[in-house]
């Protein structure tokens, strides 16, 4: 089996120079990179993955302000995300996500004990007390609400973009995802909804969430943004949308997705 390399530096990924992402058609190795010592001396962490789309892969989590070696750059992984095919970034955004696990899991969170990489499976051990670790994942709703024909949008007012999207939130221990969407939509904009059907997931490594997609319809109620985490809120239909994701994200997908249905109903 051959082996791979891949670098990171939060979130940003290190790719050769001769990539360009612009044309979209990007080979399905664009997130490698050639295996340097200066690249392993200067590592955070290295962790080596038996098998990685196919093959061993050796990932390093690098720090914030290295400079990128010679012939190489780096790359907000997102812009990959925007630019390139789901199935041809995949791969680098899972590498990412176990890179940024394994410089989060460097001392045991029970007793301080600097972890090492368990042998037999992905995980970290402490030495001392034998807590394991296992890479976190971090399921999120995407709720797409329905009403009279038109779509719920709301701004967050941590979005330093100001685009407008469907209204997200982490599933909490002991929820249902669809008790999730219910609360999240409650809490957010104050209005009662009933829950229709499962869009569709994606994994999102900024950090370590599982974006889930969920159709509804509104109940009752009138929108009241939080003012906290949700600035404004409202109804749109499919030809006068305000300024929404880029391409690339599940949240843009199911908008667009929402505004087909709309118009073809």
Not at 19 to 36: E, H, K, M, N, V
Not at 209 to 223: D, N, P
Request: with cysteine; hydrophobic share 40%; net charge negative.
């Amino acid at each position: 089996m051959t082996e791979s390399s891949a670098a990171f530096r939060g979130s940003e990924i290190l790719i050769d120079n001769s990539i360009d992402l612009a044309s979209g058609d990007a080979p399905a190795t664009w997130w490698q990179c050639r295996a340097t010592a200066e690249l392993s001396s200067a590592a955070e962490v290295e962790l080596y993955l038996p098998c990685m789309a196919g093959q061993a892969t050796r990932l390093w989590r690098l720090p914030e302000g290295l400079a990128a070696p010679n012939g190489h750059r780096w790359l907000p992984l997102r812009e990959a995300v925007y630019q390139l095919p789901e199935d041809t970034w995949l791969s680098a955004a899972r590498a990412m996500a176990y890179a940024n696990w394994r410089a989060a899991n460097r001392f045991c969170g029970r007793c301080g004990t600097k972890n090492i990489d368990k042998a037999d499976e992905l995980a970290v051990q402490c030495p001392a007390c034998g807590n394991l670790g296992f890479p976190r994942l971090s399921p999120a709703i995407l709720a797409v609400v329905y009403k009279d024909g038109q779509l719920l949008l709301a701004r967050n007012a941590a979005n330093k973009a100001g685009f407008w999207s469907l209204l997200a939130g982490f599933v909490e221990p002991g929820e249902r995802f669809e008790d999730c969407v219910k609360r999240e939509v409650r809490e957010e904009v104050g209005i009662e909804i009933e829950v229709d059907s499962y869009l569709g997931s994606q994994p999102w490594p900024f950090p370590d969430q599982l974006m889930i997609g969920f159709s509804a319809r509104w109940v009752a109620g009138e929108l009241h943004p939080d003012g906290l985490e949700i600035a404004e809120a409202g109804w749109f239909s499919p030809t006068a949308l305000p300024f929404v994701p880029k391409t690339g994200s599940l949240s843009r997908r199911l908008i667009d997705q929402a505004c087909r249905n709309l118009t073809t109903s």
